[in-house]
């Protein structure tokens, strides 16, 4: 069975032609724009073709509720939350549902801050949604529409001037991309040849949002990148997904490293050349990251997974970078969410500056596995395959912050609720593959048993 | 005051209380599904609140798998004229026409470049209130185009209707007021294909009402003001969707509006004899033009989607009333006021006659038009006993779905609820001013003690 319709931390998601309806598009647009009051409100969306349909939902939404709509048009979801806080706007609605499916869309809500809504400031939002009662303004009292200018030129400088460029154009690199016909097809191509000096091959770079290939950046969606990456000798493939604020590395020799260490290289980088300080990761983030922390003596934080709980974790303590295993590298410095632009700079620049191949440098990280599986699940059993799985692990060290977190020593096992689909996923890490699936299939008996 | 009004063919309210973004979905979203997401025409007027509204409509169409053709800012005649020649399954006008500020509506036409048909429109309102829509996935879904380069090929087209080079060899002062609506960017073309010196009062596109956008003699007043101070030989009030004509004279005169359909059907009927149709509230005049061409005049209830449905039946020459507006099914299925306008500088150019000369070679009557806030419920039922109380105060009163009409020797009155405002309205016509008047007043009051 398939839940069409999701509303939680990460927004407000659903298929379009079923649950997601041009009418719930602008009725969560009218409780946003209650939420944030009557001031100006950053939208942008990504490629989807239903992208255009929701955008002029939203815009009718906030407008009647005396909102002033700024359009960014087709940008990359770190762009929508740059230019949210850029321009002192009260929110953004970004329209993209991420690494979904085409037949997916999804309203991402942020705050005037530039980061998503907190859990507690979406529950606000949700309760507005709920009560169906949206005071609309008269017709003297609506603001028009405008559009943004040069809506990408912000965020890259800010991304360009964080990094070396001279170092990274001395480079000369020869780079390949997969950009998923989504927002990278429309400007990572200007962005790595006119900014970064690359060489660049595109791949799956017409922006039209039937994806060519699976949106998730994992290794088995990018052969063709490899492919790219081989025929032309590039130095390094970049895989984005639809929306941009993931990336996965292929090294030289076109093999996926695995998207889970595009976090671990730019935090090599940023603690190598630009600022020590504490790092935040998720819980199901790869091992390697408290090893790369470890070599300059630095920590690393958990958090729930959740790109906002990882995010306001390291405002608070003031990290210098973070993110998560799926790819997604934030820099606060930049600004403080994922970004697939701030990633590929930092990676171009760990290669210039250390004269290094990207296998050479995968190699200098401990190897470990990582095995992400997912089993479809209604709601109502979640709770107790949750349980089942507390009670067989009760006399190992667990950390319950985000459904259940087993720590073996040099492994470990994550079963948790999406927050984007009604799936359980199951994250298991360890030195190697036999270990790792050992761990994985005895939690997968423990699941399917309790199912039964 | 803020009662949403639904018909077969369109969505009227106040903006913000009755026309909300939910109602707008729900109805754009009815007529997609009533078309099976074809292709579709959007156009709208420059009111403030027409931008959140095509925003609105937007959504839904694309949501329903419609191809949209976005004309933005486009007069409704204009845009019915290009729905039949863009093999549209329709089309959708948002323009509050002559309404206030604060009102808007959406009108539905078909692919025949008229408003939506009685039985087409009905099915939408069954899928309105069912909320039976059509939701397209990413694979159907629908798309959007911005349609720009229209209206060069709409003034070809009225260039073979009427005869431009005897109206530009006259060289025309004309001035026009399109209160700041939908004409406003359309003024200078039309006026560099006629030939004309244009000078424009009210034509920034701004949304803003700067008079009542009804086009009435006391809106006019402005325009009347300095007519001859610029030499004009005419000018000519609109409305803001270009629907509804009056005519100012080279003298100053602010015109009924009732006389823009009278000269039109003079005009026509030289040309071309055929069956006129108007409605049961126009001008005597109509009917005195008509008996004079020997032409055979119907009569409809009040609104153009009654006329133009009766005009293709009738297989009629001209269709129009006397609210300001003509149609001619030769040209296209709306009511056009670019049409008027040529036509009657036309009738000039033609005849040699000055505006004023025009308006004097019209039988004389006066006319006489009152209006009563009430709401729509109020009125239906207030009707019924307007209806036993006239009946009691003259005789052959005649009552119809219409609301009620008294015929005397010398004129008639005519009393029945709007279908777009929430007004009842009260016409009186007679040959001499004092007793139209009279008999307007009287009936004014008798409708005041009903409510």
Redo the contacts between chains.
């Keep these: 069975m398939r839940e069409a319709l999701k509303v939680g931390i990460s927004g407000v998601r659903g ?4 649950s997601f ?3 719930l ?3 969560f647009a ?1 409780a946003f724009g209650m939420y944030t009051g009557k001031g100006t409100v950053v939208i942008g969306r990504d490629t ?3 992208g ?6 939203v ?3 906030l ?2 509720v005396g909102n002033k709509p700024l359009i960014a048009g087709v940008v990359p979801t770190p762009t929508i939350l740059y230019l949210t806080r850029a321009l002192g706007a009260s929110g953004g609605i970004a329209i993209t549902a991420s690494h979904n499916d ?2 997916w869309n999804a309203l991402k809500f942020v705050g005037r801050d530039g980061m998503f809504l907190r859990p507690s400031e979406a529950d606000e939002l949700f309760d507005i949604y709920h009560q169906q009662d949206f005071p ?7 603001r ?2 405008a559009e943004i200018e040069n809506p990408m030129q912000g965020h890259l400088d800010r991304v360009v001037e964080y990094v070396s460029e001279t170092a990274i154009r001395a480079g000369n690199f020869r780079v390949a991309v997969d950009c998923c016909n989504g927002v990278g097809a429309i400007h990572s191509v200007p962005f790595l040849r006119d900014r970064m000096g690359c060489e660049v091959y595109s791949i799956h770079d017409q922006p039209h ?2 994806f060519e290939r699976p949106p998730e950046p994992v290794p088995q969606n990018l052969d063709a990148l490899g492919h790219t990456v081989r025929e032309h000798e590039c130095a390094v493939g970049f895989a984005q997904d639809p929306d941009g604020d993931r990336l996965a590395l292929l090294d030289e020799t076109g093999t996926p490293i695995g998207e889970d260490l595009t976090l671990a290289l730019a935090v090599r980088q940023v603690l190598a050349s630009h600022a020590r300080g504490q790092i935040v990761a998720n819980q199901s983030a790869s091992k390697v990251i408290d090893h790369v922390a470890a070599e300059k003596k630095c920590d690393v934080l958990r958090t729930k997974t959740g790109e906002i709980y990882v995010s306001e974790k390291m405002m608070e303590i003031g990290a210098v970078a973070g993110g998560e295993s799926n790819g997604g590298v934030i820099v606060p410095a930049v600004h403080p969410c994922r970004d697939s632009y701030t990633a590929m700079a930092l990676v171009l620049e760990l290669m210039a500056e250390s004269g290094r191949s990207i296998a050479s440098l995968r190699a200098d990280l401990p190897k470990y596995e990582l095995l992400k599986q997912k089993i479809p699940i209604r709601p109502s059993q979640a709770p107790g395959v949750l349980r089942a799985v507390r009670r067989h692990y009760e006399s190992q060290k667990l950390d319950l912050m985000d459904g259940i977190y087993v720590d073996f020593g040099d492994s470990w096992l994550h079963i948790r609720r999406s927050n984007t689909e009604p799936i359980l996923r199951i994250m298991t890490e360890a030195p190697s593959r036999a270990a790792v699936d050992k761990l994985a299939q005895e939690a997968r008996a423990i699941i399917e048993a309790s199912l039964k | 005051m803020k009662t949403l009004r639904v018909s077969s063919f369109g969505l009227r309210g ?4 009755s026309l ?3 109602a ?3 109805y754009a ?1 009815a007529f997609a599904a009533s078309i099976e997401g074809g292709r579709v025409l959007l156009g709208r007027d420059t ?3 027409s ?3 095509a ?2 409509v ?3 169409l ?2 329903s798998g419609c191809e949209v053709l976005d004309f933005g800012v486009c007069p409704t005649p204009v845009l019915q004229f290009c729905t039949a020649r863009h093999a549209a399954e329709g089309a959708l006008s948002i323009s509050a026409g002559h309404m206030g ?4 509506a959406i009108t539905l036409i078909g692919g025949d470049g008229a408003f939506l048909d009685t039985n087409s429109g009905e099915a939408v309102l069954d899928l309105f209130h069912s909320g039976d ?1 059509r ?4 694979k159907n ?4 185009s911005a349609c720009t380069d229209y209206f060069g090929a709409y003034l070809d087209r009225l260039c073979e209707v009427v005869e431009s080079e005897e109206i530009r060899k006259k060289e025309y002062t004309v001035l026009i007021d399109p209160v700041g609506g939908a004409g406003c960017a359309f003024l200078k073309p039309f006026a560099d294909r006629f030939g004309l010196k244009l000078v424009a009062v009210n034509a920034e596109p701004s949304g803003y009402l700067a008079r009542e956008p009804e086009p009435r003699p006391r809106s006019a007043q402005h325009l009347a003001s300095f007519i001859k101070h610029v030499d004009g030989d005419i000018g000519f009030v609109l409305n803001s969707d270009v629907a509804r004509v009056s005519i100012v004279t080279e003298e100053g005169e602010q015109a009924s509006e009732e006389y823009s359909f009278a000269v039109v059907t003079d005009h026509v009927l030289q040309r071309r004899p055929g069956v006129v149709v108007t409605n049961s509230c126009t001008s005597r005049m109509v009917d005195d033009v008509a008996s004079r061409h020997r032409a055979q005049l119907v009569k409809t209830r009040v609104g153009q989607s009654y006329i133009v449905a009766k005009l293709t039946d009738e297989d009629g020459v001209l269709g129009g009333e006397g609210s300001g507006s003509a149609v001619l099914p030769s040209f296209s299925l709306g009511f056009d006021c670019f049409l008027m306008m040529a036509m009657i500088l036309e009738s000039m150019a033609h005849s040699g006659r000055m505006a004023s000369e025009l308006l004097r070679a019209l039988p004389k009557y006066h006319i006489i038009k009152h209006r009563r806030p009430c709401d729509a419920h109020a009125a239906y039922h207030a009707m019924d006993s307007i209806a036993d109380r006239l009946s009691e105060w003259a005789d052959g009163v005649k009552e119809s779905s219409d609301g009620v009409r008294i015929d005397w020797e010398d004129g008639w009155v005519h009393v029945r609820p709007s279908q777009t405002e929430q007004l009842i309205r009260i016409i009186s016509e007679s040959t001499d001013r004092d007793r139209a008047e009279r008999r307007a007043e009287d009936i004014a009051k008798l409708v005041d003690q009903e409510l």
Excluded at chain 1, 52 to 57: I, N, T, Y
Excluded at chain 1, 136 to 142: A, F, R, T
Excluded at chain 2, 14 to 17: P, R, S
Excluded at chain 2, 141 to 144: A, D, F, N, P, R
């Design positions: 298929v379009v032609g079923q309806t041009p009418q598009a602008a009725s009218q989807r073709p239903t255009r349909m929701v955008e002029e939902a815009i009718a939404g407008q009647s085409v037949e609309c303004v008269e017709e003297h009292e609506l028009r529409v949002g039937r | 106040h903006v913000g209380t909300t973004v939910p707008v979905q729900d979203a009111r403030y609140s931008p959140m509204i925003s609105a937007k959504s839904s694309i949501g500020m604060g009102w808007n829509f939701k397209a996935t990413f879904q629908g798309c959007l």
